[in-house]
């Protein structure tokens, strides 16, 4: 989930189509590419490609307040105002094999009701999985994912996104993995009290000593533990000590754009030596530094108008509405994600590449990967380039596969010897690391 959710809220975009500077870049279908398209839709029955992370469920909340009589996924979302970038035959069309739904509440939501609000949000994965059963299933190992992509199914995980949901309880982890979730993302765009973020000063210089116990409980579990947004000294932190591979389930190449919630190198390095994986987004603003330039000045120009204008809206809509006039979008496409996939391979190695959209928590993604139908299209720029199907299949699930299988080996070696933890934060956070 991207930084739009907080301060101006969720913007809605159109899964159908994506702006580029106006113009309309080429895609595998319109280029007569129709026999590496091929290939690219053979290869995703072969292999189940493993999405990392989708708010779906958190559009049904803020679009629906989880009311599931507002809404048919079957029947197919392009034909809302503001249409989903995800629904049932676009998860078909994409050829996804596993999806990990993102269950994200609001950083600000932290403290008492964090915990109830997160357990509400994995409540829509169920019932999003009883109500189309022909479609999802629950996954929660890796022989699950396989099995269920086998059936023809989208393999249906739950990740959770910030570690404010726990409450700063390792109880309501524990009772969190129980239902279900199998990853969780350390922090979200805020600090939590036991680690630092990627878009926040820092508190704690990356992880406190009751964060490492997390750290510590959630491989005892065999819950997957997510770096996407936190703070590089936090990634030092957690790789210094982490039994287990990490995920970034969302996050690209910092050295390719220079934004906070990227992965700097000297970080990837470790990554590979960790046996991780990084789940490269889609998110236009951390896949090409001209957008992320873009954001940047549309961000000022808004601040600098609501100054001069702070109590006329329609003055500071007028003017920005202008602004962008003038101001055209820079065009991005699948091929900036896969210079962000190249990045990562050249420097540690295909076998640590993921696939990690955030559809449907921004605002539009990449021309070719406008919506979860758009999966091939990124397979098909991976052929021109040279990648073989051995190595898109790694990247696209295959990966993923590998890091799941290690988590729950690791976790099954611990819990025979290692009882669950009843530290409290109140006891840890006072004393030295």
Same mark, same amino acid.
């Given at each position: 989930?991207?930084?739009?959710?907080?301060?101006?809220?969720?913007?809605?975009?159109?899964?159908?189509?994506?702006?580029?500077?106006?113009?309309?870049?080429?895609?595998?279908?319109?280029?007569?590419?129709?026999?590496?398209?091929?290939?690219?839709?053979?290869?995703?029955?072969?292999?189940?490609?493993?999405?990392?992370?989708?708010?779906?469920?958190?559009?049904?909340?803020?679009?629906?307040?989880?009311?599931?009589?507002?809404?048919?996924?079957?029947?197919?979302?392009?034909?809302?105002?503001?249409?989903?970038?995800?629904?049932?035959?676009?998860?078909?069309?994409?050829?996804?094999?596993?999806?990990?739904?993102?269950?994200?509440?609001?950083?600000?939501?932290?403290?008492?009701?964090?915990?109830?609000?997160?357990?509400?949000?994995?409540?829509?994965?169920?019932?999003?999985?009883?109500?189309?059963?022909?479609?999802?299933?629950?996954?929660?190992?890796?022989?699950?994912?396989?099995?269920?992509?086998?059936?023809?199914? +989208?393999? &249906?995980? /739950?990740?959770?996104?910030?570690? $404010?949901?726990?409450?700063?309880?390792? =109880?309501?982890?524990?009772? #969190?993995?129980?239902?279900?979730?199998?990853?969780?993302?350390?922090?979200?765009?805020?600090?939590?009290?036991?680690?630092?973020?990627?878009?926040?000063?820092?508190?704690?210089?990356?992880?406190?000593?009751?964060?490492?116990?997390?750290?510590?409980?959630?491989?005892?579990?065999?819950?997957?533990?997510?770096?996407?947004?936190?703070?590089?000294?936090?990634?030092?932190?957690?790789?210094?000590?982490?039994?287990?591979?990490?995920?970034?389930?969302?996050?690209?190449?910092?050295?390719?754009?220079?934004?906070?919630?990227?992965?700097?190198?000297?970080?990837?390095?470790?990554?590979?030596?960790?046996?991780?994986?990084?789940?490269?987004?889609? +998110?236009? &603003?951390? /896949?090409?530094?001209?957008?992320? $330039?873009?954001?940047?000045?549309?961000? =000022?120009?808004?601040?600098? #108008?609501?100054?001069?204008?702070?109590?006329?809206?329609?003055?500071?809509?007028?003017?920005?509405?202008?602004?962008?006039?003038?101001?055209?979008?820079?065009?991005?496409?699948?091929?900036?994600?896969?210079?962000?996939?190249?990045?990562?391979?050249?420097?540690?190695?295909?076998?640590?590449?993921?696939?990690?959209?955030?559809?449907?928590?921004?605002?539009?993604?990449?021309?070719?990967?406008?919506?979860?139908?758009?999966?091939?299209?990124?397979?098909?720029?991976?052929?021109?380039?040279?990648?073989?199907?051995?190595?898109?299949?790694?990247?696209?699930?295959?990966?993923?596969?590998?890091?799941?299988?290690?988590?729950?080996?690791?976790?099954?070696?611990?819990?025979?010897?290692?009882?669950?933890?009843?530290?409290?934060?109140?006891?840890?956070?006072?004393?030295?690391?």
């Amino acid at each position: 989930m991207n930084h739009l959710k907080i301060g101006i809220g969720v913007l809605f975009a159109s899964a159908s189509f994506a702006l580029c500077g106006g113009v309309a870049q080429p895609t595998a279908s319109d280029t007569g590419d129709a026999a590496l398209l091929e290939r690219a839709h053979k290869l995703l029955k072969e292999a189940p490609l493993i999405d990392g992370h989708n708010d779906l469920p958190y559009q049904i909340y803020k679009r629906f307040q989880n009311h599931f009589d507002q809404f048919d996924l079957q029947k197919g979302t392009t034909g809302f105002k503001d249409p989903l970038h995800t629904d049932i035959p676009r998860l078909r069309e994409g050829g996804v094999g596993g999806q990990f739904w993102s269950v994200y509440i609001a950083p600000e939501t932290d403290g008492p009701g964090a915990a109830r609000l997160v357990m509400d949000q994995i409540d829509v994965v169920h019932r999003l999985i009883e109500k189309y059963p022909d479609a999802l299933e629950l996954a929660l190992t890796a022989d699950d994912i396989l099995r269920i992509h086998r059936s023809g199914k +989208v393999a &249906s995980l /739950i990740g959770m996104e910030g570690g $404010h949901s726990i409450e700063n309880s390792l =109880a309501v982890l524990r009772q #969190l993995y129980r239902l279900g979730a199998r990853y969780m993302t350390i922090t979200h765009w805020l600090n939590t009290d036991w680690a630092d973020a990627a878009t926040e000063v820092p508190e704690h210089n990356g992880l406190t000593p009751f964060g490492k116990e997390v750290i510590r409980e959630m491989n005892r579990l065999g819950m997957l533990v997510d770096l996407s947004h936190v703070s590089p000294k936090t990634m030092h932190d957690v790789l210094d000590i982490a039994a287990a591979p990490v995920i970034f389930s969302h996050s690209s190449a910092r050295a390719l754009t220079p934004y906070s919630r990227n992965v700097p190198d000297d970080v990837l390095k470790r990554v590979k030596k960790n046996g991780g994986v990084v789940m490269v987004t889609f +998110v236009r &603003s951390y /896949i090409s530094e001209p957008m992320l $330039h873009y954001v940047a000045d549309r961000k =000022a120009e808004k601040a600098r #108008l609501q100054e001069l204008f702070p109590a006329d809206s329609a003055a500071v809509n007028s003017a920005m509405a202008r602004w962008k006039a003038e101001n055209p979008q820079p065009a991005t496409s699948v091929s900036d994600v896969a210079d962000h996939i190249d990045h990562i391979r050249d420097l540690i190695g295909v076998d640590h590449i993921g696939i990690g959209s955030d559809f449907d928590g921004i605002s539009a993604g990449p021309t070719g990967l406008e919506d979860v139908a758009g999966y091939p299209n990124l397979l098909v720029e991976l052929f021109r380039r040279g990648y073989s199907d051995g190595e898109v299949k790694k990247i696209v699930g295959l990966n993923v596969i590998r890091v799941m299988r290690k988590v729950e080996g690791i976790s099954a070696k611990l819990k025979k010897k290692t009882e669950p933890s009843d530290a409290l934060i109140e006891e840890l956070n006072d004393s030295s690391p």
